[in-house]
């Protein structure tokens, strides 16, 4: 099995991780990301800001509405989904990849698994290091309620942990249930607003 050494070799390519490699490869330091997924982690493509993006529009129109003299623009949902395509890249972090690697950084596409003290496996390949900085992040668990399956859920990723961001079909009702925390919350804002505009134009 191959083997690469880094002074530093850091898992997730998150807010932290991005943070921890650029701190790290700017002393000097010869340092390897490792991210299966997308460089820039869930708050780039799948949170903090798609979410956001989704709560501008309605927030406006709302806004608007309160104002003399001034009429309330419609909302267009395909247009809003739209935009927040482009404002997390289309799901696309090669500029991203490039960037750190121009750097000198090098960038690793896999799922990395500790193999020892200072031992990273990925793919096949051992990279080797002095250091191991973990800022992987979490995934949304599913409660082993009964019926849950059948009734459906929704996570930040849409309707199964793997799916895509924010559901990028029509906003009408459908069964969900989750958590008010920092993502969910906006979201679920965002998305009841664009239903309560949208359902009397929908099919």
Not at 112 to 123: H, R, S, T, W
Request: net charge neutral; with cysteine; glycine share 12%.
């Amino acid at each position: 099995m191959s083997a690469a050494r880094y002074d530093a070799l850091v898992l997730g390519a998150g807010p932290a991780g991005e943070v921890a490699v650029s701190r790290l490869s700017g002393q000097g330091l010869k340092v390897a990301l490792v991210e299966r997924d997308l460089v820039g982690g869930e708050c780039g493509y799948w949170a903090c800001i798609p979410s956001k993006t989704l709560l501008r529009p309605p927030e406006a129109r709302s806004e608007a509405g309160r104002a003399a003299g001034v009429a309330a623009p419609e909302l267009s949902w395909p247009e809003v989904a739209a935009y927040r395509d482009t404002m997390i890249r289309h799901l696309d972090d090669s500029a991203q990849v490039s960037g750190y690697r121009e750097e000198g950084v090098d960038v690793f596409r896999g799922e990395g698994k500790i193999a020892g003290p200072g031992q990273v496996e990925l793919d096949g390949q051992m990279l080797q290091t002095d250091r191991i900085i973990v800022a992987t992040g979490s995934d949304a668990s599913i409660p082993p309620i009964a019926g849950l399956e059948d009734a459906g859920y929704w996570t930040n990723r849409g309707d199964h942990p793997r799916g895509d961001p924010q559901d990028r079909r029509d906003p009408r009702p459908r069964r969900r249930g989750g958590r008010a925390g920092a993502v969910h919350a906006p979201l679920r804002r965002a998305r009841d607003d664009h239903r309560a505009r949208s359902a009397a134009a929908l099919p």
